[in-house]
């Protein structure tokens, strides 16, 4: 049935407005925005270097990933200061964090060499790890909380210790230990290549993960 402006009630102003939502944003969601800005930044630079081999790329998709972080910690600085936050402001973080210290540390360690079917299954881990510890952040942070509203623990390391494991990468690039002189050389398991190097995103994933608990500074 064809809906005529007669059959229901007009749609809410708000819903007409354009950018509503952006009007939503308080400031330290603009800085998490800022982090996502930079992991999409980090993805097309190891692209880029997949196409034209330049291993600046390189260490312009490792920079953004230290930009992200840095965005990442004045977020929730900005957020206490102001003393305003909401839940569209921690699923932002989240989201925005699963790209930056996620997705774009495992693409980069794929640009960087680590290939193979067995380095591409760790990979996928380590990004499934991330966003399994990112989901339960979410779901417990309440539990976890002091009455001050404070979390004075994580379960797991955070996702953006990941960066330790890009600056590893971005050294890699710094000795021309890229592709076949990555560090540790390959192992050949029934016929499939595996870079013993990838496993240190398996113990990041591992970590990330488990129930271990590390104090909030």
Known sequence: MKQTPGNGPPPDKEQRKPFAMIREFHLADWFTLANAVCGTGALFSILTYLQTKDVRHVYFACGMVAAA??????????????????????ELDSL????????????????????????RIVLTYFVACGVSRLARYNVTAEEMSEKDGKVRY????????????VLAMFWAASQDALHESLWFGTVDIAGFTLHPIVLLFAVSGSLMISRIRFPKF
């Open 69 to 90: 972080l840095a965005f990442d910690v004045l977020d929730g600085r900005i957020a206490r200061w102001r003393q305003k936050s909401s839940v569209l402001g921690r």
């Open 154 to 165: 994580f379960e797991g390391t955070p996702i953006p210790t990941s960066l330790l494991l």
């Open 96 to 119: 925005a964090d699963i790209i930056s210290f996620g997705v774009a540390p495992a693409v980069i360690a794929y640009g960087c060499g680590m290939q193979g079917l067995y380095d």
